[in-house]
């Protein structure tokens, strides 16, 4: 190296060499040089291409933020990750249906599902077939024979958006089955009740009002006047067994159109603090070929349980949203369903 490039008072040169000799001479006079000096050269190295003997004399490069580029070695394990979650996804995708079921249940039950990425869920739920599905919310039905839930009912009535939604609270066994709901007061018809029992009288339901008409109690069609004034859904259609059929049924009804049963829209949504998992199809018709135009189904992602409900029809009005809330397996009694218990205002 000239002599002249250890003073700050002289012009300073720097010419690199090709050989390997013009760079241990100039990683030597850098050693030598003071702190200022060496940053002085740095900078006037700054258009030549980095060389091993530069790049060990260079700072550590700054802790990765946001904004900084990634670097080979993670773009390249990014890379490697994405390909092996494809391959997962291509693999659930191949398995039969039986082993799909199990594979949804089991990482529902872990919480496996749930710690995953929302994109990483959709890629996953897409690759299971609609018969998977339908067998999971009924093998999850069946798991639950006798439950209660509170349930907020928002529906449209002769095409009118009810002002104050239902709530409600239920008791459900399912096999008979055999329903009990008493209306809460922070919704509409307060202090109503009514109990259903298929062995007893399968078309009907004892029940009464709430208000000061609620000392009267009456048996009245599941599908009477007086229940479609409240309601589009019967007493019958209160359980999460009826969903699993809906599911069911519709698929059917896709397949049979030549289409297929796979939501058309798979997406992950926090509500409350709860992850849920919303499946939407879009129907070619409405009632009673399919559940509604357009619906979707909300499920827990911890528990796999349904949430949540709603419908649209074919002008694109919402005609339901129900949210299913504090769901707890129960173990009842006779005297659940008997309009002689004394908790109860029969």
């Given at each position: 190296m000239p002599r002249h490039s250890a003073s700050l008072g002289r012009r300073q040169v720097c010419r690199v060499g090709h050989g390997a000799r013009d760079l241990g001479r100039m990683a030597l006079t850098l050693a030598l040089m003071p702190t200022a000096l060496v940053a002085g050269v740095v900078c006037a190295l700054g258009t030549v291409a980095a060389s091993p003997a530069v790049a060990q004399t260079s700072a550590a490069p700054p802790a990765a933020s946001a904004t900084s580029a990634e670097s080979p070695v993670s773009a390249s394990a990014n890379v490697a990750g994405a390909a092996s979650a494809d391959a997962d996804v291509a693999k659930l995708a191949a398995l039969p249906v039986a082993a799909q079921t199990q594979w949804l249940s089991r990482t529902i039950k872990t919480g496996e599902l749930a710690k995953m990425r929302d994109d990483q869920i959709v890629a996953y739920v897409q690759a299971i077939a609609p018969d998977a599905l339908v067998r999971f919310l009924k093998a999850e039905s069946a798991a639950l024979p006798e439950y209660q839930y509170e349930l907020t009912r928002h529906e449209r009535i002769n095409d009118q958006w009810q002002t104050t939604p239902d709530?409600?609270?239920?008791?459900?066994?399912?096999?008979?089955?055999?329903?009990?709901?008493?209306?809460?007061?922070?919704?509409?018809?307060?202090?109503?009740?009514?109990?259903?029992?298929?062995?007893?009288?399968?078309?009907?339901?004892?029940?009464?009002?709430?208000?000061?008409?609620?000392?009267?109690?009456?048996?009245?069609?599941?599908?009477?006047?007086?229940?479609?004034?409240?309601?589009?859904?019967?007493?019958?259609?209160?359980?999460?067994?009826?969903?699993?059929?809906?599911?069911?049924?519709?698929?059917?009804?896709?397949?049979?159109?030549?289409?297929?049963?796979?939501?058309?829209?798979?997406?992950?949504?926090?509500?409350?603090?709860?992850?849920?998992?919303?499946?939407?199809?879009?129907?070619?018709?409405?009632?009673?070929?399919?559940?509604?135009?357009?619906?979707?189904?909300?499920?827990?992602?911890?528990?796999?349980?349904?949430?949540?409900?709603?419908?649209?029809?074919?002008s694109g009005q919402k005609t339901e949203e129900m949210r299913f809330e504090k769901v707890r397996k129960e173990q009842w009694t006779d005297a659940t369903f008997d309009p002689k218990n004394p908790d109860y205002k029969f």
């Open positions: 709530r409600m609270l239920v008791k459900i066994r399912e096999n008979p089955l055999q329903v009990y709901a008493k209306w809460l007061p922070d919704g509409a018809h307060a202090g109503q009740e009514i109990l259903y029992d298929e062995t007893k009288r399968p078309k009907e339901m004892y029940g009464h009002l709430g208000g000061i008409l609620g000392f009267t109690s009456i048996w009245s069609s599941i599908d009477g006047t007086l229940a479609r004034s409240q309601s589009n859904h019967t007493v019958r259609d209160l359980g999460f067994g009826f969903i699993a059929e809906q599911i069911a049924h519709d698929g059917r009804s896709f397949r049979a159109a030549g289409l297929s049963g796979k939501p058309a829209k798979i997406s992950v949504s926090e509500v409350n603090g709860v992850r849920l998992l919303a499946l939407e199809w879009n129907a070619p018709s409405g009632p009673p070929q399919h559940y509604a135009n357009k619906s979707r189904l909300l499920l827990d992602l911890k528990t796999g349980r349904p949430r949540g409900i709603e419908a649209w029809d074919a």
